[in-house]
């Protein structure tokens, strides 16, 4: 009995320093089980596939500084020959819709302590970089310059607030924008959208390989650069396109022969 109960211990003790040493993975495997119980197969698919490799992460790295979401970076990549930018959505303290990664980082890149700002401040500072910071109808105003242009979406806050200001506000660019989803539970009112497509990245779910696997519907799945051999599995990798995020640009070479299968990158 003693035995028994010492070899329970030990069993215990493994399976929580499992749950602790990845937790993540545990999280993304109970995620997955409840999203896909209340899931619907999706044979939607979009006009044409996106078929660019390579997507400017936060418009790309400019001046040497990586998440500026800034016009110039917009600019430089497009001159480059790049065609889709993932672009950072955030709220200001007035309900306004700018492009911001993190108002942490924002703050830091306006030289001021960390805070959300007002619209009319976020548009009236100058960047210590001499970068300009772009508002949603500044990106609309890009866009429409730029017809061929695609712009991923990714947001640190509610992404369901993001797509019920797009349904009302941002009509006009959808067949220019690739929207970004975090879990299955956003697939549906994503689609009604009409995007140009619909994207899901698990960074913020961790759905395991197999719940991949399951999932229709979905235009490219995208995942963390450091989470490839989760999902290294030449099926899984050819139902559909695989982007991985986000590496320096100089490293695609490189990259592509240690990540066989992948399709795209997300660079910086």
Do not use: C
Request: charged share 20%; aromatic share 12%.
């Amino acid at each position: 009995m003693k035995m028994k109960t010492a070899a329970l211990l030990v069993a215990g003790m493994v399976l929580t320093m499992i749950v602790l040493h990845d937790r993540r993975l545990v999280r993304g495997e109970i995620l997955a089980l409840y999203d896909l119980s209340f899931y619907r197969h999706s044979t939607t698919t979009p006009v044409s596939p996106v078929e660019a490799r390579l997507v400017a992460h936060a418009g790309g790295a400019v001046q040497g500084q990586a998440y500026t979401n800034a016009r110039e970076a917009l600019d430089q990549h497009y001159a480059e020959g790049y065609r889709v930018f993932e672009l950072d959505f955030d709220w200001t303290a007035d309900g306004q819709l700018v492009l911001s990664h993190d108002w942490k980082t924002t703050s830091s890149q306006f030289n001021m302590s960390p805070h959300v700002f007002q619209y009319q401040e976020f548009v009236d500072r100058k960047r210590r970089d001499g970068l300009h910071q772009l508002t949603f109808e500044d990106l609309r105003a890009w866009l429409r310059k730029h017809p061929d242009a695609l712009v991923v979406t990714d947001t640190k806050g509610s992404n369901k607030r993001l797509l019920d200001y797009l349904r009302v506000r941002g009509r006009d660019i959808l067949s220019q924008l690739i929207i970004q989803i975090y879990r299955l539970p956003e697939l549906q009112e994503a689609r009604q959208l009409n995007p140009r497509a619909v994207w899901l990245t698990v960074y913020r779910s961790s759905y395991p390989a197999w719940a991949l696997a399951r999932i229709t519907g979905i235009d490219a799945f995208v995942i963390p650069v450091g989470s490839y051999a989760q999902y290294n599995n030449p099926q899984l990798l050819a139902r559909t396109h695989f982007y991985i995020h986000s590496i320096p640009a100089e490293s695609v070479d490189e990259t592509a022969k240690r990540f066989p299968g992948v399709y795209g990158y997300y660079v910086d």
